[in-house]
């Protein structure tokens, strides 16, 4: 009985590790599917493709290990089955008439089922096994993203920037070193973890004080990349982080500083032009996300209900291809009408919620709860300017990791049966595993 009882706890020892380094991969090491594409094809590969690849095998792994019921309240769960519900009801007419969905539309309508639902489900399992996310270790994994950064500043800093977007800079053959955008993503969610990582409270000051300069200096290089939502996106979050935490905003206000001394010291002209606010309302990427909002919101007007479908934005526009409004509430109001803004508030609502109560009473909801608050108004924030349903699949991840420590920190009413007690019998239950 002994020898069957020691088998099953190694048994379980080994899937929590395997699952921490699961679900380290998917969140501060994705970028190297960009390096394993080129080491085995010799072009970069399909980066979502692999990020929803590790969100179903989190979610595999991490079934072995603690129930998905319960773990998320009932309205976050009900506005994803909306959002199924109204993708599908979108394509049956189209199917009906014996055609099929064009490739975007297609690509949007598979998304919602295969990409967001994974994710939300992978960040609500996350959420709730802390073991699974131990910050000072996932920080490892954003090594290799950290060296070719630091090449790249000594050889030519213009590598991390919009500059090299189309043609990514390559070291030794293999290594792909994302640009712009997908880099200002990555190192927004390091720099996000390392400022929640605190060591010990009796440690030296030096060892205290390093979160806030690693954050600092890897603001530095977000800002270096010319991504101004994303910059802006990471300043905010980074902002409600220390909030949460009880720090001092003048320390952070003077970690900011040291990033834009980075900035200031290796910055390419392009990059200044870009972070300057006089220069970036004439930009022409703003006029073209002014002018697709603008079409956004005739197309909600024109059927506000349940919108124009996933993926049919850019129809409405006259346009053709992967075109949309590169501002989440927009699109979902244009292609999913009032019925899915109203789906959307069901899922952000109550983390949201829960976070400015624990603003508001000033409690503290541990590295794992400053981490996913930080990282959900990063994504929230970053969504009004950037990408669309499919490139913020994050905000989804993010949305369901925030929702158990959150809701246990903000001190919500818990049934037996409910999330938070979930939460709290697997966090006993992994102590017990990994011991």
């Known amino acids: 009985m002994s020898n069957t009882l020691h088998s099953q706890n190694a048994g379980r020892s080994g899937l929590a590790a395997l699952l921490a380094v699961a679900v380290g991969v998917l969140l501060f090491a994705d970028y190297g599917a960009l390096s394993v594409s080129q080491a085995l094809t010799g072009s970069s590969g399909n980066w979502l493709a692999f990020a929803g690849a590790l969100q179903f095998a989190v979610l595999g792994i991490g079934l072995f290990v603690a129930p998905l019921r319960g773990l998320l309240p009932w309205s976050m ?62 920080l490892w994994f954003g090594t290799p993203l950290l060296l070719m950064c630091a090449a790249a500043l000594l050889i030519n800093p213009r590598w991390l920037t919009i500059e090299y977007y189309a043609e990514p800079a390559v070291f030794f053959g293999m290594f792909v070193l994302p640009a712009h955008q997908p880099l200002a993503l990555c190192l927004t969610k390091l720099a996000l973890a390392a400022f929640a990582a605190q060591p010990d409270a009796h440690a030296a000051r030096w060892r205290r004080a390093m979160p806030l300069v690693g954050a600092s200096l890897l603001l530095g290089v977000v800002l270096l990349t010319g991504a101004r ?16 935490s009880g720090r001092r905003i003048g320390i952070l206000v003077c970690g900011g500083a040291l990033g834009l001394v980075v900035l200031q010291s290796l910055a390419s002209e392009v990059v200044q032009e870009r972070l300057d606010p006089t220069q970036a ?43 949309y409004p590169h501002n989440l509430p927009l699109e979902i109001a244009a292609e ?44 929230m924030v970053g969504s009004l300017a950037v990408g669309d349903l499919i490139r913020n699949y994050f905000a989804f991840f993010a949305l369901g990791l925030a929702a158990g420590p959150l809701r246990a920190a903000a001190g919500a009413a818990i049934a037996p049966s409910s999330a938070g007690a979930l939460a709290t019998a697997n966090w006993a239950r992994w102590r017990e595993v990994t011991s």
């Open 77 to 138: 769960v009900l506005g994803m089955a909306g959002l199924w519900l109204l993708a599908f009801g979108h394509a049956v007419p189209i199917w009906a008439m014996g055609n099929e969905l064009t490739e975007y539309p297609g690509q949007k309508t598979a998304a919602v089922y295969l990409l967001l639902t994974p994710a939300l489900a992978a960040g609500a399992l996350v959420g709730s096994c802390p073991e699974s996310l131990r910050l000072h270790r996932a």
């Open 229 to 244: 939502s994303y910059a802006a996106a990471l300043v905010l979050a980074l902002g409600v982080q220390a909030a949460l």
């Open 281 to 323: 309302l004439e930009s022409l990427a703003y006029q073209e996300r002014e002018q697709a909002w603008q079409v956004a919101w005739q197309a909600f007007a024109a059927d506000p209900l349940v919108g124009v479908g996933p993926g049919q934005f850019a129809a409405a526009g006259g346009w053709f291809g992967r075109v």
């Open 336 to 379: 999913f009408g009032i019925v899915g803004l109203c789906c959307l508030l069901a899922m952000f609502g109550p983390p949201l919620w829960w976070m400015a109560r624990c603003l508001w009473l000033r409690r503290n909801p541990g590295p794992l709860g400053q981490f996913a608050a930080a990282f959900l108004v990063f994504a």
